[in-house]
């Protein structure tokens, strides 16, 4: 006996009984891929909307090596206009570029906006003033290197939801002559945060590389003084080989002494655990993890 049914699709199938066999439709062939989905480039359209809104200077602002066990901590700066134009082709995050790319990029970057730097704060000045103070300050470094190439920058983009910039109600390190780019006759620029904006903002994406480059090369030669601690390799990340070397050997001058290293290493040296990451090293300053 033969019948026919309607699908939910409204087309009708042969169903047949007893020992015929039964017709069913043939699935229709999958599209084939089109290849990896492209990534997403930077613009200027958050920078744009900053200076049409009144703003003549803009910077975007990023900071490299906020979770390192040695070595400086280092923001770029890259400042833009309204007469700039669109970033080199193939300008992202840092951290979506490979080592080579980044420095090809570099020259590039140099010529692209109106002003660029990149200041550090080392290891003793995040031990003594802890990691967020030493992030602004080595913002404020930067920010004071391109003031004296293009004057006052209006707003900063800022990665990230948390304005480490802004000096606040405080003076930094209660002592501006510390450093004469914090003294009261600067003017506070508008700071603006944004989440992902390395991935979103062309200037941001630009500081983010050319303070990942300048801040690679540092630790290459620092990685000359000690051998032992691979920072040619690691950037002084908490990678197995330094973790090693700090039992080893000891934390050197360059390492950030105020943070727990012998307790990272210990904890680095268990299988279980495994050598902690950035991420980690950020919950636990967030916890208590430095010590006095």
């Known amino acids: 006996m033969t019948s026919l049914v309607e ?44 200076l049409t809104g009144g703003a003549r200077l803009v910077a975007g602002m990023d900071e490299v090596g906020r979770g390192a066990l040695a ?31 980044r420095v090809a990029m570099v020259p590039q970057l140099q010529r692209w906006g109106v002003a660029w730097a990149v200041g550090h704060a080392g290891p003793a000045e995040i ?26 920058v209006d707003v900063v983009l800022l990665d990230g939801s948390h304005d480490w910039l802004s000096r606040g109600d405080v003076d930094l390190f209660e002592a501006a002559a510390l450093d004469p780019v914090l003294g009261p006759d600067v003017p506070e620029p508008a700071v603006r945060t944004l ?4 991935l979103q903002c062309s200037s941001v994406a630009a500081a983010s590389v050319l303070a990942k ?8 030669r620092l990685a ?32 950030r ?27 636990g300053l967030a916890d208590g993890m430095m010590t006095s």
């Open 257 to 283: 002494r105020s943070w727990n290293l012998r307790a990272l290493a210990d904890e680095g040296s268990t299988g279980d655990l495994g050598a902690p990451t950035a991420a980690t090293l950020d919950a």
């Open 213 to 220: 480059v300048e801040r690679d090369g540092l630790l290459v």
């Open 127 to 152: 031990d003594a003033h802890g990691i967020v103070a030493a992030l602004r300050l080595a913002g404020r470094r930067a920010l004071a290197q391109v003031r004296r190439a293009c004057g006052d």
């Open 7 to 50: 699908q939910s699709s409204g087309q009708p199938v042969r169903v047949t009984s007893g020992s015929e066999s039964v017709r069913r439709p043939t699935p229709p062939r999958r599209r084939a891929a089109t290849g990896p989905k492209q990534r997403k480039s930077p613009t200027l359209r958050q920078e744009r909307s900053l």
């Open 71 to 101: 070595g400086p901590v280092s923001v770029g700066v890259v400042v833009v206009d309204a007469a700039t134009r669109t970033a080199p082709q193939g300008l992202t995050d840092s951290k979506l570029l490979t080592p080579a790319a």
């Open 224 to 255: 000359r003084q000690y051998p032992a601690f691979a920072w040619d390799q690691n950037k002084g990340y908490s990678a197995p080989a330094h973790l090693d070397a700090l039992r080893r050997h000891g934390p050197t001058p360059q390492h």
């Open 195 to 198: 989440v992902k904006a390395d």
